[in-house]
């Protein structure tokens, strides 16, 4: 079983496309999605340390995740 996460945003319709990996072979395909909106720090249980602690980590990745074409893989 393969598993992968998507990240997608729910458009006016209320419908969604997920994009299948090219490597998954073509037929049937059974599905379970899990659908919850996004939780906030406090939701998360996190102290302000952990948050910030996070954050500091996560900030390598800013620049690469907000250079140009970058905006692709929001539609996944």
Known sequence: MKT???KTIVG???QVTFKVPDDFPEGPL???VVAEPP???KELGW???QAA???TRLK???EDWSAP???VYDEL
């Open 30 to 32: 059974e599905m379970v």
């Open 60 to 62: 390598g990745f800013e």
């Open 47 to 49: 102290t302000k340390e």
């Open 69 to 71: 074409g970058m905006e």
């Open 12 to 14: 006016p319709d209320h």
């Open 39 to 41: 939780k906030t720090i």
């Open 4 to 6: 992968w996460t998507v």
């Open 53 to 55: 602690e996070t954050r």
